[in-house]
């Protein structure tokens, strides 16, 4: 059974900036893509972004401004930097992973973020 182990969340001021990992119990490069989704209070679960296995990055709507994906094949994680982050962007932040051979999709537990001052 594939895990996803998210770590990094917490508080922040807004206009800061935050970090947030995810480490598959798997490389990195057995998943189809990777991915970073939030649930805020205020709407459904939405796509922050995706990175493929070949490295191509997408990000949802209104998100490539503030927030970057990027992975470490030494460390085997995949990262997802979020700057000038606002009150609106306090949520539960997801890892997701599609499976290369079995095209299941694997949810991590989540990481709460919240930008309070």
């Known amino acids: 059974q594939v895990q996803l182990v998210e770590s990094g969340g917490g508080l922040v001021q807004p206009g800061g900036s935050l970090s947030v990992s995810c480490e598959p119990s798997?490389?990195?490069?057995?998943?189809?893509?990777m991915a970073w989704y939030r649930q805020t209070p205020e709407k459904q679960r939405e796509l922050v972004a995706t990175?493929?296995?070949?490295?191509?990055?997408k990000y949802g709507d209104s998100m490539e401004n503030r927030f970057t994906i990027s992975r470490s094949s030494v460390e085997n994680t995949v990262n997802l930097s979020m700057n000038s982050l606002r009150p609106e962007d306090t949520g539960v932040y997801y890892c997701?992973?599609?499976?290369?051979?079995?095209?299941?999709?694997?949810w991590g537990q989540g990481t709460q973020v919240t930008v309070s001052s």
């Open positions: 997701a992973a599609k499976d290369i051979w079995s095209e299941k999709i694997y």
């Open positions: 990175i493929s296995s070949r490295g191509v990055i």
């Open positions: 798997e490389s990195i490069f057995s998943f189809e893509f």
